[in-house]
């Protein structure tokens, strides 16, 4: 951080001062301090903006929670506190209702036509009092029915939602009239008027309001099931859309009851090419007046039917693109590898111009394979951290032969200071390492034709100053061009 700090260059100072444009994409490749410069450019909207912005009405979108560690303890360094710091999952988590909240995010989801969504008889449902009176799925579609039909449905839903809100008062007003509410009312234990009213019932007082008072609170949690929508059966709508996918459910859930945060003003969001683009429409509906600053690299797409970043202005009208060609973080020998697996990145240049060479480390059967990277953990400087990186998915039961390693995975949420530990490409993303082993490049995981080439750059680019090439075998071709 110290180094981007005091080396900024003039292609970052633009991108940390920029105020005259709604969209900003930064594109940048590996190691190139965007995240670094994202600190910045938030301490310095902070400042310059500090009558009209708020550290609350920013909002960073991180790619998982170990990433999240990592940058609670950098904007600290700038004199500025962290703004809210929210993964996909923890802003899904926050917004859908607990019935919704378990759904997965679907690997290829559909982009939803919001505007194009409608509604059946059996979308509705009765909400459940436990108390004589409630609200039944056919009152709720009939109100539903009587809203105008040209109207968009997020629209029709608040008119329905009114005129719920409406039907529930008078009926609870009419309950309070009734002799037997009024007989109850006089019936109370003093236990029963405090946790009622909040106090004993005077003598010489009205009962009439006190009666609606009651029944209120009798009916308090039917009022709650209809403030929350409850009378929606937000899963069978879902449902219909497509396969049961958490995101799509946000957008419906987001659509149909105006749950969007207004308040947010400034939103960033990490490895953006990690995302989908239903995805990204969902973050512009849940921050409808917020500025965007985008960032991430498209070589470190490694996981396929993500955004293309071709394809970004078509969310974010008038994208303004910064691009940023210069490897702060991987020595020149490092910059060199993992430059020469794309033909676009031959103008990329390393501010360390050499560094140790990569190594190579190769076995033809798995005890010497692990013999031969159990060398490198006994030989590592106690003060020192090695990353073996690991392809994505399922943990490879061989590592746990490994002495002295400790195994990240997608729950951790703090990096150890030193020592050795296995971690998977996915978690190692966004990060960087002094000594980094990749372990197992010979898997499917780096020849997968849409993706594995973006794979190894991004492995390859986690490291700093050492890096270790294994594999059971031959390394890809890849790395042989």
Do not use: C
């Amino acid at each position: 951080m110290s180094a981007i700090t005091a080396t900024i260059q003039k292609e970052q100072n633009a991108i940390i001062r920029q105020q005259t444009t709604d969209h900003l994409l930064i594109d940048g490749i590996a190691g190139s301090g965007k995240t670094s410069v994202i600190f910045q450019r938030i301490a310095y909207l902070l400042y310059r903006q500090r009558k009209e912005l708020a550290l609350n009405e920013v909002l960073m979108i991180s790619p998982n929670r170990l990433f999240q560690d990592y940058i609670a303890q950098v904007l600290p360094d700038l004199g500025e506190q962290t703004p809210v710091n929210l993964t996909l999952q923890q802003l899904l988590a926050q917004l859908l209702p607990e019935e919704l909240a378990d759904l997965p995010i679907a690997a290829q989801p559909v982009i939803l036509a919001i505007d194009q969504l409608t509604l059946e008889a059996s979308d509705f449902q009765s909400l459940n009092s436990g108390l004589p009176f409630t609200i039944d799925a056919a009152t709720s579609y009939q109100f539903f029915l009587k809203t105008p039909v040209d109207a968009p449905l997020d629209k029709r839903i608040q008119a329905t939602q009114q005129q719920l809100t409406s039907y529930l008062q008078e009926q609870l007003i009419t309950i309070a009239k009734t002799p037997m509410t009024l007989t109850r009312l006089e019936s109370l234990t003093e236990t029963e008027q405090q946790q009622t009213f909040g106090r004993l019932i005077r003598e010489d007082e009205p009962l009439t309001p006190l009666a609606l008072k009651m029944v209120r609170y009798d009916y308090q949690d039917l009022s709650e099931q209809l403030h929350d929508y409850q009378w929606l059966a937000f899963d069978q709508i879902i449902a219909r859309q497509s396969t049961m996918d958490a995101v799509i459910a946000a957008q419906v859930y987001s659509y149909l009851t105006q749950r969007v945060f207004p308040k947010v003003k400034q939103v960033f969001i990490d490895e953006v090419q990690d995302y989908h683009a239903s995805t990204l429409h969902l973050f512009k509906q849940l921050f409808p007046k917020a500025q965007f600053t985008v960032f991430g690299d498209q070589h470190q797409s490694i996981t396929p039917h993500k955004i293309q970043f071709s394809k970004l202005p078509a969310i974010f009208p008038n994208l303004k693109t910064q691009a940023l060609r210069t490897s702060y973080r991987s020595s020149g020998a490092i910059t060199a590898l993992f430059s020469q697996l794309f033909p676009d990145l031959t103008d990329v240049h390393a501010v360390q111009p050499h560094g140790v060479q990569p190594t190579h480390l190769s076995a033809t059967n798995d005890a010497d394979y692990l013999a031969q990277i159990q060398a490198q953990i006994d030989q590592l400087p106690a003060d020192q951290t090695l990353a073996i990186i690991t392809p994505a998915g399922q943990f490879d039961e061989r590592l746990l032969k490994l002495k002295d390693v400790h195994h990240l995975s997608t729950e951790t949420t703090t990096l150890p200071e030193s020592g050795a530990f296995t971690l998977p490409l996915t978690l190692a993303k966004g990060l960087e390492f002094d000594n980094v082993l990749l372990y197992d490049l010979t898997n499917d995981y780096y020849t997968e034709p849409a993706v594995g080439r973006n794979r190894l750059y991004t492995a390859i680019s986690r490291a700093t100053h050492r890096l270790t090439l294994s594999a059971l075998g031959t390394l890809p071709n890849a790395l042989n061009a």
